[in-house]
């Protein structure tokens, strides 16, 4: 057990009791503490603060979960993350791309580079489809699959888009919503990216960014030097030196009981037995699902929070003799004869997370269900299958493979299905009339599949409120059809519109939406008709 503040806590008394100490719970511990209120954050990671953004260690080499690029529109979000890590960014070039069939796409597109890729029978066959679906489009669409094929095609939709889509999702593209690949794809023709692609094969691009038409993709970003775990790892030691916070690891919530009074008193499992926490203010980050099921007195809402559905991710990371395997971040993988689907180059992202320079380190992500086939197997096997898989790819050779390692990560994507959204939304209105004083935030504490700073801002919000004693600010104040392009100078405000609110709550600065909007874009399954038999779930 690993416990920061209190050596025997006991019970503690404290202003703000908060569960989860990923980027939403830790930067409301911090902010709180930095006002002089004191707080009670528990984790149930026994090592590790900042949740999906965190960094594991394995004798030596660090490990991001997912990859998480320090960017935001929102000046407040890049202020606070300067004030906990002022000396340890570091400005990192980006590359991805895409490979498929043993070769690689640069992503986005060089238009002679595909078609000398593609072949010229195959780039023919690809305009030809394009043309016909253009000519002839589905005139009933309903899918994911549907939209695409109408948008380039039945060839480039099977090609850059199917495979790699339902990897992530676990689920088949003509049974995901039309809605989100409409919001996900916005902006992008075949016409303009293949324009931009000559220009820029051409070289006739201009800064910044390339000259994209669609500027959605940034050219470097600021990343700490040994990785986002750096971040939290700070926020955490900033929480303890105030005196004002304790943070228990290895403590999993147990029960969060409504005092009577307005307050709370929470319970929580940790290796040497439960620990209660008596607080005036509650914040949880901790998925809503679970959450239900130990609120005191039961919500009625629970049933409904219990559907909600997530999808999992592990990582394996295989350390290689080479002094590096290929220059990009990361790699998306179309390719069906393998499960992998991301392939991370954790030197590229910063040259300390690999501890030797003639070692390179690499992290295969594969997306899955929480007890599945993948999710189930042991450390040992997804190891040999992760090696076996980039033979396969033909990224490295499997006798260089001198060691590896899976970190597991659960929940790490809400699932946005035909009823997420009466779920969430029956569990915040019961939880908001009958607790004032308990404020869900992050990614799960509302069932968002958001960016870091989107995390971030629902906590600082939350904070102010907690600080006025009274809701003040909408934190589910979120435009969910505005267009979050990772374009534009870090920390330029967004001028877009929030959804209408009560007249008692205070608008949102355009600073703050633009933090907010930063939701990341989630299938929807099509949700079924009232005369058709209804669809498996997610």
């Given at each position: ?19 989860g ?12 503490t ?5 707080v ?7 090592t ?52 498929y069939?043993?070769?690689f ?7 002679f ?10 780039s ?11 000519m ?11 939209w695409t ?9 099977s090609?850059?888009?199917k495979?790699?889509t ?10 995901m919503?039309a809605d ?5 794809i ?13 220009k820029?094969s ?22 700490p030097?040994l990785g986002?775990?750096?971040m ?5 030691d900033?929480i303890?030196?105030?005196g ?7 403590h ?5 009981a ?13 290796p040497?037995g ?5 607080a005036?203010?509650?914040?949880s ?5 679970e959450?239900s099921?130990?609120?005191?007195p039961?919500?009625q ?56 320079e003639?070692m ?5 992500e594969y997306?899955?269900?929480e ?10 096997d ?7 898989e ?5 990224l490295?050779d ?10 597991r ?14 779920n ?11 607790y ?21 801002m ?36 967004a ?21 907010l ?12 008709e ?6 498996k779930?997610?």
């Amino acid at each position: 057990m690993t416990v920061v503040g209190e050596k025997q806590p006991g019970i503690l008394d404290v202003d703000v009791a908060i569960i989860g100490a990923g980027p939403a719970g830790l930067t409301a511990g911090y902010l709180l503490t930095k006002q002089g209120k004191s707080v009670a954050i528990i984790e149930k990671d026994d090592t590790y603060v900042g949740g999906i953004s965190r960094t594991v260690e394995h004798e030596g080499y660090r490990f991001d979960i997912g990859g998480h690029r320090f960017f935001s529109k929102s000046q407040q979000v890049v202020d606070l993350w300067n004030e906990i890590l002022p000396d340890d960014f570091i400005q990192r070039p980006r590359m991805s791309r895409i490979y498929y069939e043993g070769k690689f796409y640069s992503y986005p597109l060089r238009a002679f580079e595909a078609l000398g890729n593609l072949g010229i029978l195959r780039s023919t066959a690809c305009m030809v489809s394009y043309l016909r679906y253009k000519m002839f489009p589905i005139k009933d669409v309903r899918s994911f699959e549907d939209w695409t094929t109408n948008q380039f095609g039945k060839k480039l939709y099977s090609i850059f888009f199917k495979t790699y889509t339902e990897k992530v999702w676990g689920m088949p593209c003509d049974e995901m919503s039309a809605d989100w690949a409409a919001q996900r794809i916005k902006g992008l023709s075949l016409w303009n990216a293949v324009t931009d692609g000559l220009k820029r094969s051409l070289g006739l691009n201009k800064k910044p960014n390339d000259g994209q038409e669609v500027k959605t993709l940034l050219e470097t970003f600021r990343y700490p030097r040994l990785g986002p775990g750096m971040m939290w790892d700070a926020a955490r030691d900033h929480i303890q030196v105030t005196g004002k916070g304790t943070v228990l690891m290895g403590h999993a919530l147990d029960r969060l009981a409504s005092d009577g009074s307005g307050g709370w008193s929470m319970t929580a499992d940790g290796p040497d037995g439960k620990v209660q926490i008596r607080a005036k203010d509650a914040i949880s980050s901790a998925p809503m699902r679970e959450l239900s099921k130990r609120v005191h007195p039961l919500p009625q809402s629970s049933l409904q929070a219990t559907n909600l559905k997530y999808r999992d991710f592990l990582t394996v990371a295989l350390m290689v003799k080479s002094d590096d395997l290929f220059p990009d971040n990361w790699i998306y993988i179309h390719d069906d004869r393998v499960q992998v689907g991301r392939v991370q180059n954790f030197r590229s992202w910063s040259p300390e997370m690999v501890p030797d320079e003639d070692m390179a380190c690499v992290g295969l992500e594969y997306f899955c269900f929480e007890g599945d086939g993948l999710w189930s197997s042991s450390d040992e096997d997804l190891v040999a299958q992760a090696t076996r898989e980039m033979e396969i790819l033909g990224l490295c050779d499997p006798s260089k493979v001198v060691g590896g390692t899976v970190v597991r990560q659960e929940k790490a994507y809400p699932v946005y299905d035909d009823e997420y959204e009466a779920n969430v939304e029956a569990m915040r209105i019961e939880l908001e009339e009958k607790y004032p004083s308990l404020y869900l935030v992050g990614r799960n504490g509302m069932h968002r599949y958001n960016n870091q700073d989107h995390a971030m801002m629902t906590a600082m919000l939350t904070v102010e409120n907690i600080l006025a004693g009274e809701r003040i600010y909408d934190t589910w104040c979120v435009n969910e059809d505005a267009e979050y392009h990772e374009a534009g100078d870090e920390g330029a405000q967004a001028s877009l519109a929030a959804r209408d609110v009560q007249s008692d709550t205070k608008p949102l600065s355009d600073d703050q939406v633009a933090a907010l909007t930063s939701l990341r874009g989630v299938p929807e399954r099509i949700a079924p008709e009232a005369d058709e038999p209804k669809r498996k779930s997610a």
